[in-house]
Protein backbone atom coordinates (compact mmCIF):
# COMPACT_ATOMS: atom_id res chain seq x y z
CA UNK A 1 0.00 0.00 0.00
CA UNK A 2 1.70 3.25 -1.02
CA UNK A 3 0.63 6.33 1.49
CA UNK A 4 0.41 9.92 -0.28
CA UNK A 5 1.67 12.94 1.69
CA UNK A 6 -1.10 15.06 0.94
CA UNK A 7 -3.96 13.99 -0.73
CA UNK A 8 -6.17 17.17 -2.36
CA UNK A 9 -7.74 15.03 -4.97
CA UNK A 10 -10.12 13.89 -2.13
CA UNK A 11 -10.16 17.13 -0.52
CA UNK A 12 -11.97 18.31 -4.05
CA UNK A 13 -14.00 15.97 -4.80
CA UNK A 14 -15.81 16.82 -1.67
CA UNK A 15 -16.70 19.74 -3.14
CA UNK A 16 -16.42 18.96 -6.67
CA UNK A 17 -19.34 20.12 -7.35
CA UNK A 18 -19.67 23.63 -5.40
CA UNK A 19 -16.10 23.80 -6.96
CA UNK A 20 -16.70 23.90 -10.48
CA UNK A 21 -19.70 26.38 -9.91
CA UNK A 22 -17.56 28.89 -8.09
CA UNK A 23 -15.28 28.37 -11.40
CA UNK A 24 -18.18 28.94 -13.78
CA UNK A 25 -19.65 31.64 -11.72
CA UNK A 26 -16.21 33.73 -11.96
CA UNK A 27 -15.71 32.75 -15.67
CA UNK A 28 -19.14 33.98 -16.36
CA UNK A 29 -18.55 37.58 -15.42
CA UNK A 30 -15.02 37.35 -16.87
CA UNK A 31 -14.39 39.64 -14.47
CA UNK A 32 -10.54 38.08 -13.01
CA UNK A 33 -9.60 40.81 -10.92
CA UNK A 34 -11.08 41.85 -7.90
CA UNK A 35 -15.13 42.26 -7.66
CA UNK A 36 -17.26 40.41 -5.27
CA UNK A 37 -15.63 36.98 -4.73
CA UNK A 38 -12.74 39.04 -3.35
CA UNK A 39 -14.61 41.40 -1.26
CA UNK A 40 -16.74 38.37 -0.04
CA UNK A 41 -13.64 36.07 0.92
CA UNK A 42 -12.00 38.91 3.07
CA UNK A 43 -15.17 39.55 4.74
CA UNK A 44 -15.73 35.71 5.61
CA UNK A 45 -12.05 35.14 6.16
CA UNK A 46 -11.59 38.18 8.43
CA UNK A 47 -14.61 36.81 10.39
CA UNK A 48 -12.89 33.17 10.69
CA UNK A 49 -10.19 35.10 11.79
CA UNK A 50 -12.12 36.96 14.53
CA UNK A 51 -10.45 40.19 12.90
CA UNK A 52 -12.17 43.52 11.71
CA UNK A 53 -9.83 43.43 8.07
CA UNK A 54 -8.47 40.76 6.03
CA UNK A 55 -6.89 41.69 2.21
CA UNK A 56 -6.61 39.10 -0.09
CA UNK A 57 -3.03 39.00 -1.32
CA UNK A 58 -1.25 37.46 -4.19
CA UNK A 59 0.79 34.61 -2.05
CA UNK A 60 1.90 34.47 1.73
CA UNK A 61 5.55 36.28 1.13
CA UNK A 62 3.32 39.03 -0.44
CA UNK A 63 1.40 39.16 2.90
CA UNK A 64 4.92 39.27 4.84
CA UNK A 65 6.67 41.73 2.76
CA UNK A 66 3.64 44.40 2.81
CA UNK A 67 3.27 43.39 6.46
CA UNK A 68 6.53 44.94 7.21
CA UNK A 69 6.62 47.85 4.68
CA UNK A 70 3.04 49.10 5.95
CA UNK A 71 4.56 48.73 9.62
CA UNK A 72 7.38 51.08 8.29
CA UNK A 73 9.99 48.22 8.56
CA UNK A 74 12.64 48.98 6.48
CA UNK A 75 16.74 49.91 6.03
CA UNK A 76 18.75 49.74 9.10
CA UNK A 77 16.11 48.24 11.04
CA UNK A 78 16.52 44.58 12.60
CA UNK A 79 13.39 41.66 12.74
CA UNK A 80 13.57 39.18 15.13
CA UNK A 81 12.49 36.12 12.90
CA UNK A 82 12.89 32.06 14.44
CA UNK A 83 16.06 29.79 12.24
CA UNK A 84 13.53 27.32 12.38
CA UNK A 85 11.20 28.60 9.43
CA UNK A 86 10.01 28.52 5.97
CA UNK A 87 12.79 31.05 4.30
CA UNK A 88 10.15 33.07 2.93
CA UNK A 89 9.70 34.47 6.83
CA UNK A 90 13.18 35.50 6.22
CA UNK A 91 13.96 36.76 2.73
CA UNK A 92 10.66 38.91 3.44
CA UNK A 93 12.92 40.76 6.15
CA UNK A 94 15.35 41.66 3.57
CA UNK A 95 12.93 42.62 0.81
CA UNK A 96 12.07 45.59 2.44
CA UNK A 97 15.98 46.34 3.19
CA UNK A 98 15.87 45.22 6.75
CA UNK A 99 17.88 42.82 8.52
CA UNK A 100 16.98 39.29 9.83
CA UNK A 101 18.07 38.55 13.25
CA UNK A 102 18.05 34.68 13.90
CA UNK A 103 16.86 33.31 16.92
CA UNK A 104 16.55 29.26 18.23
CA UNK A 105 13.75 27.88 18.80
CA UNK A 106 12.19 25.80 22.17
CA UNK A 107 13.50 22.00 21.91
CA UNK A 108 10.19 20.80 22.60
CA UNK A 109 7.46 22.87 20.55
CA UNK A 110 10.67 23.68 17.84
CA UNK A 111 8.48 27.27 18.24
CA UNK A 112 9.89 30.57 18.78
CA UNK A 113 11.57 30.84 22.25
CA UNK A 114 10.46 34.35 24.14
CA UNK A 115 13.46 34.27 26.04
CA UNK A 116 15.85 34.09 22.81
CA UNK A 117 13.25 37.17 21.41
CA UNK A 118 14.10 38.74 24.95
CA UNK A 119 18.04 38.44 24.56
CA UNK A 120 17.82 39.53 20.62
CA UNK A 121 15.83 43.01 21.76
CA UNK A 122 18.20 45.84 20.54
CA UNK A 123 17.70 49.44 19.62
CA UNK A 124 17.16 48.52 15.59
CA UNK A 125 14.37 46.38 16.84
CA UNK A 126 11.47 47.32 14.59
CA UNK A 127 9.26 43.89 14.59
CA UNK A 128 8.69 39.94 15.62
CA UNK A 129 7.84 38.10 13.16
CA UNK A 130 6.10 34.41 15.70
CA UNK A 131 5.58 31.76 13.20
CA UNK A 132 3.15 29.10 14.22
CA UNK A 133 5.26 26.42 12.27
CA UNK A 134 3.73 23.21 11.55
CA UNK A 135 0.30 24.59 12.44
CA UNK A 136 0.95 25.32 16.82
CA UNK A 137 0.47 29.05 17.71
CA UNK A 138 3.41 30.79 19.39
CA UNK A 139 3.53 31.71 23.24
CA UNK A 140 1.78 34.18 22.02
CA UNK A 141 1.59 35.74 25.92
CA UNK A 142 5.15 35.87 25.89
CA UNK A 143 5.71 37.17 23.24
CA UNK A 144 2.80 39.52 23.25
CA UNK A 145 4.26 40.89 26.74
CA UNK A 146 8.22 40.92 25.44
CA UNK A 147 7.06 43.05 22.21
CA UNK A 148 4.85 45.42 24.01
CA UNK A 149 7.04 46.04 26.67
CA UNK A 150 9.83 47.27 23.78
CA UNK A 151 7.33 49.16 21.50
CA UNK A 152 7.85 46.73 18.76
CA UNK A 153 4.77 45.37 16.56
CA UNK A 154 4.53 41.43 16.91
CA UNK A 155 3.73 39.89 13.37
CA UNK A 156 2.08 37.00 12.87
CA UNK A 157 3.38 34.13 10.26
CA UNK A 158 0.47 31.81 9.99
CA UNK A 159 0.78 30.21 6.65
CA UNK A 160 0.83 27.13 8.51
CA UNK A 161 -1.94 27.51 10.87
CA UNK A 162 -4.99 28.17 9.34
CA UNK A 163 -7.45 27.66 12.05
CA UNK A 164 -5.64 27.33 15.44
CA UNK A 165 -6.03 28.71 18.26
CA UNK A 166 -3.84 30.43 21.27
CA UNK A 167 -6.19 30.37 24.64
CA UNK A 168 -9.41 30.15 22.30
CA UNK A 169 -8.47 32.92 19.84
CA UNK A 170 -7.43 32.27 16.47
CA UNK A 171 -3.95 32.43 14.90
CA UNK A 172 -4.15 36.21 13.08
CA UNK A 173 -5.62 37.51 15.20
CA UNK A 174 -2.90 37.09 17.71
CA UNK A 175 -0.55 39.92 16.82
CA UNK A 176 -0.71 43.21 15.02
CA UNK A 177 -0.84 41.63 11.92
CA UNK A 178 -1.51 38.06 10.24
CA UNK A 179 0.09 37.00 7.13
CA UNK A 180 -1.64 33.74 5.33
CA UNK A 181 -0.63 31.89 2.82
CA UNK A 182 -3.06 29.87 0.68
CA UNK A 183 -0.67 27.76 -1.42
CA UNK A 184 -2.62 24.71 -2.45
CA UNK A 185 -0.42 22.38 0.19
CA UNK A 186 -1.71 24.23 3.08
CA UNK A 187 -4.52 23.52 5.57
CA UNK A 188 -6.74 25.82 3.54
CA UNK A 189 -5.14 26.25 -0.20
CA UNK A 190 -6.23 27.70 -3.22
CA UNK A 191 -5.91 26.41 -7.29
CA UNK A 192 -2.65 27.97 -6.81
CA UNK A 193 -1.14 30.69 -5.39
CA UNK A 194 -3.05 32.94 -2.85
CA UNK A 195 -2.42 34.86 0.61
CA UNK A 196 -3.88 37.46 3.08
CA UNK A 197 -3.31 39.66 6.06
CA UNK A 198 -5.18 39.99 8.84
CA UNK A 199 -5.70 42.77 11.14
CA UNK A 200 -7.47 44.93 13.47
CA UNK A 201 -5.93 48.14 12.67
CA UNK A 202 -7.76 49.96 9.64
CA UNK A 203 -5.20 52.33 8.38
CA UNK A 204 -2.72 49.01 8.11
CA UNK A 205 -5.40 47.67 6.69
CA UNK A 206 -5.77 50.19 4.34
CA UNK A 207 -2.21 51.03 3.07
CA UNK A 208 -2.00 47.09 2.35
CA UNK A 209 -5.13 47.20 0.13
CA UNK A 210 -3.16 50.25 -1.25
CA UNK A 211 0.44 48.92 -1.66
CA UNK A 212 -0.89 45.71 -3.45
CA UNK A 213 -2.91 47.61 -5.82
CA UNK A 214 -0.59 49.96 -7.45
CA UNK A 215 -0.17 52.65 -4.73
CA UNK A 216 -4.14 53.32 -5.81
CA UNK A 217 -6.01 55.65 -3.42
CA UNK A 218 -8.79 53.64 -2.20
CA UNK A 219 -11.84 53.37 -4.90
CA UNK A 220 -9.68 55.36 -7.24
CA UNK A 221 -8.24 53.66 -10.49
CA UNK A 222 -6.22 56.61 -11.56
CA UNK A 223 -5.09 58.08 -8.35
CA UNK A 224 -1.74 56.45 -6.98
CA UNK A 225 -0.89 58.20 -3.37
CA UNK A 226 2.27 55.74 -2.76
CA UNK A 227 4.58 53.73 -4.80
CA UNK A 228 3.32 49.86 -4.71
CA UNK A 229 2.97 46.96 -6.88
CA UNK A 230 0.82 44.46 -8.44
CA UNK A 231 0.37 42.10 -5.32
CA UNK A 232 -3.48 41.25 -5.85
CA UNK A 233 -5.75 38.43 -4.66
CA UNK A 234 -7.53 37.31 -8.05
CA UNK A 235 -11.12 36.25 -7.94
CA UNK A 236 -10.94 32.75 -9.56
CA UNK A 237 -8.73 31.84 -6.34
CA UNK A 238 -11.27 34.15 -3.92
CA UNK A 239 -13.71 32.11 -5.20
CA UNK A 240 -12.39 28.66 -4.50
CA UNK A 241 -11.30 29.70 -1.30
CA UNK A 242 -14.62 30.69 -0.25
CA UNK A 243 -16.00 27.22 -0.98
CA UNK A 244 -13.06 25.45 0.50
CA UNK A 245 -13.33 28.01 3.98
CA UNK A 246 -16.84 26.12 4.77
CA UNK A 247 -14.90 22.68 5.24
CA UNK A 248 -11.68 24.14 6.91
CA UNK A 249 -12.81 23.19 10.67
CA UNK A 250 -13.98 19.95 9.67
CA UNK A 251 -10.78 19.13 7.60
CA UNK A 252 -8.89 20.02 11.03
CA UNK A 253 -10.29 18.47 12.77
CA UNK A 254 -9.93 15.47 10.95
CA UNK A 255 -6.03 16.13 10.77
CA UNK A 256 -6.01 16.31 14.70
CA UNK A 257 -8.06 13.21 14.68
CA UNK A 258 -5.41 11.63 12.29
CA UNK A 259 -2.45 13.00 14.71
CA UNK A 260 -4.33 11.51 17.77
CA UNK A 261 -4.01 8.10 15.63
CA UNK A 262 -0.03 8.54 15.00
CA UNK A 263 0.61 9.19 18.79
CA UNK A 264 -0.76 6.07 19.91
CA UNK A 265 0.79 3.78 16.96
CA UNK A 266 4.21 5.69 17.65
CA UNK A 267 4.15 5.83 21.49
CA UNK A 268 6.69 3.04 21.56
CA UNK A 269 8.75 3.63 18.73
CA UNK A 270 12.52 6.00 19.10
CA UNK A 271 10.56 8.90 17.96
CA UNK A 272 10.53 12.34 19.62
CA UNK A 273 7.19 14.07 18.59
CA UNK A 274 6.30 17.99 19.40
CA UNK A 275 5.31 18.63 22.71
CA UNK A 276 1.39 20.42 22.20
CA UNK A 277 1.34 23.76 24.41
CA UNK A 278 -1.29 23.59 27.03
CA UNK A 279 -2.78 27.27 25.51
CA UNK A 280 -2.33 26.03 22.31
CA UNK A 281 -4.92 24.22 19.50
CA UNK A 282 -2.99 23.54 16.44
CA UNK A 283 -4.35 23.44 12.80
CA UNK A 284 -1.64 20.30 12.51
CA UNK A 285 -0.28 21.36 9.14
CA UNK A 286 2.47 19.09 9.30
CA UNK A 287 2.96 15.82 11.11
CA UNK A 288 6.70 16.24 12.43
CA UNK A 289 9.01 13.69 14.02
CA UNK A 290 12.45 13.34 15.27
CA UNK A 291 14.45 10.04 14.69
CA UNK A 292 18.03 8.91 13.91
CA UNK A 293 19.22 8.26 10.64
CA UNK A 294 17.15 10.17 8.99
CA UNK A 295 17.64 9.84 5.33
CA UNK A 296 18.35 6.28 5.39
CA UNK A 297 15.03 5.93 7.25
CA UNK A 298 12.86 8.46 4.57
CA UNK A 299 14.51 6.34 2.30
CA UNK A 300 13.25 2.94 3.67
CA UNK A 301 9.94 4.25 3.51
CA UNK A 302 10.28 5.42 0.00
CA UNK A 303 10.99 2.65 -1.03
CA UNK A 304 8.18 1.65 0.22
CA UNK A 305 5.55 4.08 -1.54
CA UNK A 306 5.33 6.18 1.79
CA UNK A 307 5.95 9.85 0.78
CA UNK A 308 7.39 11.98 3.47
CA UNK A 309 9.45 15.44 3.79
CA UNK A 310 11.50 17.27 5.58
CA UNK A 311 10.77 20.74 7.07
CA UNK A 312 13.57 22.30 7.45
CA UNK A 313 16.08 20.34 6.31
CA UNK A 314 18.52 23.72 6.47
CA UNK A 315 18.48 26.50 9.07
CA UNK A 316 17.75 29.48 7.45
CA UNK A 317 20.38 31.19 8.90
CA UNK A 318 22.17 28.36 7.47
CA UNK A 319 21.55 28.40 3.63
CA UNK A 320 23.64 29.71 1.34
CA UNK A 321 21.97 32.95 0.51
CA UNK A 322 23.60 34.09 4.47
CA UNK A 323 27.17 32.66 3.30
CA UNK A 324 29.16 35.65 4.12
CA UNK A 325 27.67 37.19 6.38
CA UNK A 326 27.13 36.92 10.12
CA UNK A 327 25.26 34.78 11.78
CA UNK A 328 25.10 33.04 15.51
CA UNK A 329 25.37 29.51 16.37
CA UNK A 330 21.57 28.02 17.42
CA UNK A 331 22.26 24.91 19.06
CA UNK A 332 18.36 23.45 19.15
CA UNK A 333 17.66 24.19 15.71
CA UNK A 334 20.97 23.08 14.33
CA UNK A 335 21.00 19.37 16.26
CA UNK A 336 17.13 19.27 15.31
CA UNK A 337 17.65 19.94 11.20
CA UNK A 338 18.77 16.42 10.59
CA UNK A 339 17.04 14.43 12.89
CA UNK A 340 13.50 15.86 11.53
CA UNK A 341 10.83 14.05 9.64
CA UNK A 342 7.41 15.25 8.53
CA UNK A 343 4.94 12.08 7.58
CA UNK A 344 1.77 11.56 5.59
CA UNK A 345 -0.96 13.61 6.87
CA UNK A 346 -4.45 14.96 5.18
CA UNK A 347 -8.11 15.19 6.49
CA UNK A 348 -8.86 11.86 4.52
CA UNK A 349 -5.47 9.53 5.86
CA UNK A 350 -6.94 6.39 7.19
CA UNK A 351 -6.48 4.67 10.39
CA UNK A 352 -4.88 1.99 8.48
CA UNK A 353 -2.31 3.67 6.64
CA UNK A 354 -1.00 5.42 9.35
CA UNK A 355 -0.63 1.94 10.63
CA UNK A 356 0.99 0.81 7.55
CA UNK A 357 3.42 4.05 8.41
CA UNK A 358 3.75 3.28 11.80
CA UNK A 359 4.96 -0.65 10.45
CA UNK A 360 7.63 0.94 7.93
CA UNK A 361 8.67 2.63 10.88
CA UNK A 362 9.10 0.30 13.19
CA UNK A 363 10.80 -1.87 11.11
CA UNK A 364 13.16 1.00 9.52
CA UNK A 365 14.22 1.98 12.85
CA UNK A 366 15.10 -2.18 14.08
CA UNK A 367 18.05 -1.64 12.21
CA UNK A 368 19.26 2.18 13.16
CA UNK A 369 22.16 2.71 15.34
CA UNK A 370 20.93 3.04 19.05
CA UNK A 371 20.26 6.99 19.13
CA UNK A 372 22.82 8.73 21.15
CA UNK A 373 21.17 12.43 20.36
CA UNK A 374 20.04 14.04 23.72
CA UNK A 375 18.01 15.71 21.31
CA UNK A 376 15.37 12.64 20.70
CA UNK A 377 14.81 12.37 24.28
CA UNK A 378 11.08 14.56 25.73
CA UNK A 379 12.52 17.24 28.38
CA UNK A 380 16.01 17.28 26.44
C1 LIG B 1 4.12 28.80 2.79
C2 LIG B 1 4.79 29.67 3.76
C3 LIG B 1 5.13 31.00 3.46
C4 LIG B 1 5.06 31.58 2.08
O1 LIG B 1 3.84 31.55 1.46
P1 LIG B 1 3.75 31.59 -0.15
O2 LIG B 1 2.28 31.69 -0.38
O3 LIG B 1 4.34 30.33 -0.66
O4 LIG B 1 4.48 32.80 -0.61
C5 LIG B 1 5.65 31.80 4.48
N1 LIG B 1 5.86 31.31 5.70
C6 LIG B 1 5.58 30.03 6.03
C7 LIG B 1 5.84 29.56 7.43
C8 LIG B 1 5.06 29.16 5.07
O5 LIG B 1 4.81 27.89 5.40
Not at 152 to 169: K, M, N, S, Y
Not at 336 to 358: C, T
Amino acid sequence: MSVRFLDLQAMHAELSQELDEAWREVTAAAAFIGGEPVERFELAWAAYCGTRHAVGLANGTAALELALHALGVGQGDEVIVPANTFFATVSAVRSVGARPVFVDVDPGTLLLDPAQVEAALGPRTAAVIAVHLYGQPCDMDALGAIADRAGVPLIEDAAQAHGATWRGRRAGSLGRIGCFSFYPGKNLGGFGDAGAVTTDDPDLARTIRSLANHGRAPGSHHEHERIGANHRLDALQAAILSVKLARLDAWNAARTRVVGWYREALADLPVRLLDQAPGAVSAHHLMVVRLAERDRVQAALQAQGIATGVHYPIPCHRQKAFAGTEVPFLPVVERAAPLLLSLPLHPHLGADEVAVVADALRVALASARPAAAPELVAGA
